[in-house]
């Protein structure tokens, strides 16, 4: 199956040097290249991508605008979005998160590593950067006090989803879950897809934020876990 990617971004050099490095993948094509978010909205309507990668800072119509209005969509499927920033701590990507986005990275990536984040996203996998995600939660999900539909979630989670969720947050995929917990990785991704519609979430990262905003996990957590 061939991994189909939608570039937006407002540098021309950049998308041409991510096209690049895409393009020269088996498994991967871009599919389409914008220069801002009004122009993302509407290329990811004509092309339906199964990942984007969005600038956050963009003319006009800004990357969290456009996930959000891409994310809305009744057709959206199974895009998935992955933010692109300058900065490692940046208000607008905790947005972007909460908007349903999969994830963020950091402009100065490396080539590999930009490449197995697509794949991982593409395939419904874990959050990207755990590390450097983690840094931007400590600094805004304790600022913020979780959601009503959160907080009654919470509530219909059993011991094991507790735990489950508790994981997710500390940045674990669903193979580590599996072993930390001695359970089959169809078992543990069961349990993340339960815990997921019980807080009526869509996104592995909205997890990682819902945990950390009710407490089940804290910044010296994260750290620990990795």
């Known amino acids: 199956m061939t991994i189909r990617v939608l570039l937006a971004d407002d540098q021309a050099l950049l998308r041409s040097t991510l096209a690049?490095?895409?393009d020269r993948e088996p498994d991967m094509e871009v599919v389409g290249e914008a220069?801002?978010?009004e122009e993302a909205v509407a290329l990811a309507e004509r092309h339906r991508p199964d990942v984007v990668l969005m600038d956050i800072r963009m003319p006009g119509t800004d990357g969290l605008e456009a996930t959000t209005r891409?994310?809305?969509r009744e057709h959206a499927g199974d895009v998935r979005v992955i933010m692109l920033t300058t900065f490692e701590l940046d208000e607008y990507v905790l947005g972007a998160?909460?908007?349903g986005a999969?994830?963020?990275?950091?402009k100065g990536?490396?080539?590999a590593d930009l490449l197995d984040a697509i794949r991982l996203v593409a395939a419904g996998d874990a959050l990207l950067a755990p590390s450097v995600t983690r840094r931007l939660l400590e600094r805004f999900a304790a600022l913020r006090e979780p959601g009503h539909a959160v907080r009654q979630g919470l509530e219909e989670l059993?011991?094991?989803?507790?735990?489950?969720l508790t994981l997710v947050g500390s940045g674990l995929t669903n193979l580590e879950i599996a072993e930390r917990l001695v359970l089959s990785p169809s078992t543990a991704k069961t349990h993340v897809n339960r815990v997921m519609m019980k807080l009526a979430v869509h996104e592995r990262a909205q997890l990682v934020i819902a945990a950390y905003e009710s407490g089940l996990v804290t910044p010296a957590d994260g750290r620990r876990a990795r």
């Open 20 to 22: 690049l490095v895409i």
């Open 35 to 37: 220069g801002d978010g």
């Open 70 to 72: 891409i994310l809305a």
């Open 97 to 99: 998160l909460r908007a």
């Open 102 to 106: 999969s994830g963020f990275l950091l």
């Open 109 to 111: 990536v490396k080539p």
């Open 158 to 164: 059993t011991p094991r989803e507790l735990e489950v």
